[in-house]
């Protein structure tokens, strides 16, 4: 199976700024999470998705949103971006169906906002 | 904040068993121990996961103490390839959690 694939991989943006950001999970995989990775903060999470539902929700404020397709593909934009959005956004894709459910991430996307 | 805590960094010589402590004294009944590694930014790699029983796969085995409140990731034969940040995490096996990673321990192989 084809893994998780983000685009784009690189991104440059300026402040004030919106930016779109997409992940394609693995196939048969329902549930896309979101997570946010900045020097020294580790991996922050985001938000997750689940049927074209946002299930859970990280300490993030309003500008950060996300949205899934019946495909189960996933977006997520963030709106009047500030300098600390500068990071590398991480997606993971998981099946959701048994009882033990392991998280793949994708290769993330690196913005940049200058 | 993240649930588990681990050394920042550790050294290991190439060829030898690299060892790699979590501290997780808070994990519940229903959560189970996982353990990623990053190499170089790229996105987490997956390595194992276990709940109570001892695991073992291609990769590594994962070792969990008897009240779980703690576990070791063994790499059995480290190699170069093997530096990179490992992060374990705890999660439950179903039901909808916010998850924290923490800053991991950064492991480097040493020829």
């Known amino acids: 199976k084809a893994g998780v694939t983000q685009t784009p991989r690189y991104l440059i943006k300026t402040r004030g700024q919106q930016v779109t950001l997409s992940c394609s999970p693995i196939s048969g995989h329902r549930s896309v999470s979101w997570y946010q990775q900045t020097p020294g903060q580790g991996l922050q999470f985001l938000f997750e998705y689940f049927s074209e539902t946002q299930r859970n929700k990280g300490n993030f404020p309003g500008r950060f949103s996300g949205r899934q397709f019946s495909n189960s593909r996933s977006e997520m934009n963030v709106s009047t971006l500030e300098l600390g959005d500068s990071a590398l956004y991480l997606c993971a894709s998981s099946a959701r169906d048994r009882q033990t459910d392991t998280q793949y991430f994708g290769p993330g996307t690196r913005l940049t906002v200058l | 904040d993240a649930k588990t805590t681990q050394p920042p960094s550790m050294d290991c010589a190439e060829g030898r068993a690299a060892n790699l402590p979590c501290n997780h004294s808070t994990i519940s009944g229903n959560e189970y121990v996982y353990w990623y590694r990053q190499i170089h930014s790229q996105g987490p790699q997956y390595i194992i996961h276990g709940l109570k029983n001892n695991e073992t796969n291609e990769m590594a085995s994962l070792i969990i103490t008897e009240d779980r409140k703690s576990s070791t990731l063994i790499l059995p034969h480290a190699t170069l390839r093997d530096t990179a940040v490992y992060y374990c995490?705890?999660?439950?096996?179903?039901?909808?959690?916010?998850?924290?990673f923490g800053i991991g321990t950064k492991l480097q192989v040493i020829p």
């Open positions: 995490i705890v999660r439950v096996a179903s039901g909808y959690q916010k998850v924290t």
